[in-house]
C-alpha cells in the first residue's frame, strides 16, 4: 500500500484529525510562510517541514486559484484573492466592532473615559466613547466632530503628517470651550511637540481643547500601515498628572496595536510604535 510521508496510508490523518485537514493546514502554512517573507520553495520548505514535492503542489495549488502569484525576479506573494478577502473583511465588521473588545479592556484597567475616533477633513469624528467611572463629563459625543489639532486623538491620527500639514490643521481648528483658548500654543511649540510624538507613537492633549481635560492617545494602522483611526485614554488634571499620562502610554499604544492587528497590520518596530510597549491580553469575545 502506498504511504504518506509519516507512513500513513492515502486519506488518512494524523492524531484522529478530520481527513483533509492536514492538507488544509499545510496549505494555510504555505500562505503564512509567504507572508512572513519566504520567497521560493527552498524557503517555504524550511519554514513548514514539509518535503519540497509536498510543498510544490500546495503552491502550484495556491497559485492558481490566486491566493499567491510569482513575480518574475522576486518570487513567491500573497495573491489577488487574498487581498480581494481582506477588503471584504473589513468592510463586512465595522471597526468600531473590531475595536470594541479592546477600548472594554483598556477602560477595564484604567477606569477612564475611552474613544475611538476616525479622521473627518480637518476634525477627529468620534465612532465610540466608553464613559469612565470617576463621574465625570466631557463635551465628546458618538458622532460628534472635534478640530483635529487640539484633540489627542486627533493628533494621533495626524502623526504621520508633515510639518505643512500640521500647520494647516492647528490654523483650521479651535478649541471647542472659549476657555480653553487661552491654552493655545505657538506654532513652534506645536510643531516641536507633534515631531516628537511622531517620533514615539503617540499623543498627548494638554487641555488643548477643554479645560482641566487631559488625554493620552495612540494610532491605529490598517495592513498598509496608514493611520486609519486613533485611540485615547481622557481624564482631568486630578486623575491624570504628567507622572500617570507617561504611564499610561504603553496601554494605550497596545489597544491601539491590537486594533490595527486585527486591520491586518504587522510590526516591524517601525511602523509608528516604540520597542517594549507594552500589551493587553486579548479580551474574549
Known sequence: MESTEQGLPPGAAPDGQTPGTQTLMRGLAVVHAVAEGARDLRAICARI???RSTTHRLASCLVQERYLRILPGYGYTLGPRLIELGFQARE???LATLARPYLDELARISGDTIHLAVRDGAEALYLEKIPGKKGLEMRSRVGHRMPLAVTGVGKALLLDG???EWLAMLRAGSPVSPKAAGNSQPEERFLARMHDYARS???FDLEDNEPSIRCVAAPVRDAARAIVAAVSVS???PYMPMERMREMIPAVQSAAQRISSELGWRPPEAAGYPAGSAR??????
Open 49 to 51: 517541514q514539509v518535503a
Open 92 to 94: 463586512e465588521i465595522p
Open 162 to 164: 508633515d510639518e505643512a
Open 201 to 203: 507613537g503617540y499623543a
Open 235 to 237: 481624564s482631568t488634571i
Open 280 to 285: 493587553l491580553e486579548k479580551p474574549q469575545r
